[in-house]
Every structure is written in C-alpha cells, then in structure tokens.
C-alpha cells in the first residue's frame, strides 16, 4: 500500500519562502517517479512540479526559477522549495507518486497513481 504525506505547508508574507516535504511509504522509492501538484479555490489542480526516478525535472512555467523539486532517496522524501513566493501560489498542495520501474529513468509521466491528501500554501499580499 503506498502512502504519501505532505508537511510543511503554512501562512508566509509574499516574497517569502516555505519548503514542503512528502514522506512517502512505497516499496521501492527509488523506482518511483514524484510530481507536484496545486489546487486553489475555484480553480482546477495544476502541475506544479515533477522529477523522474533518475533526478531529470519540469517545473511549470509560473513556478520556474523560484521553485526547486528534489528528492532524497535514502530519506524516502520528495521537497518543493518554494522562494519568491506570491499571492497567487495560494492553494492545496499534493504530492503524486507513479512506479517508474527503473531507478535510471527519466520518465516524467503526465498521470499519476497514488496521492497525499495535500497541504495548504496560503500566501498573504
């Protein structure tokens, strides 16, 4: 049974930076390949952040050069660095998980199979 938990979230000033971690409970993490991903009120879930199984990363467009995904095999964790941050990055913030079967790919999918239940990002002007 695969598991994600996401901490770190919280209130933080624009401009400001928070780091989210997702401990994940898999069998093999080093195989899996993780994606970021945000839903704020009203809006659909978006595309935050991904990283394969091999470290290649895609950050969308809005969060490019202020976010950073990682990954820390022998701690089990997934982290979204969040700096420069802005009103706008307000949402619930989930982690995604999808078995990469590899621990050399490159592999970003586009859909993922297992979810954390998310964590709120809420940034104030």
């Known amino acids: 049974q695969v598991q994600l938990v996401e901490s770190g979230g919280g209130l933080v000033q624009a401009g400001g930076s928070l780091s989210l971690s997702c401990a994940a409970s898999v069998r093999i993490f080093s195989t899996e390949a993780f994606g970021w991903y945000r839903q704020a009120p009203g809006k659909q879930r978006e595309l935050v952040a991904k990283?394969?199984?091999?470290?290649?990363?895609y950050y969308a467009d809005s969060v490019k050069g202020r976010f950073t995904i990682s990954r820390d095999n022998a701690e089990n964790t997934v982290y979204l660095q969040m700096n420069s941050l802005k009103p706008e990055d307000t949402a619930v913030y989930y982690c995604?998980?999808?078995?990469?079967?590899?621990?050399?790919?490159?592999?970003?999918?586009?859909?993922?199979?297992?979810w954390g239940q998310g964590t709120q990002v809420t940034v104030s002007s």
């Open positions: 995604a998980a999808k078995e990469a079967y590899s621990s050399t790919s490159n592999w970003l999918p586009d859909e993922y199979d297992y």
């Open positions: 990283i394969a199984s091999a470290g290649r990363t």
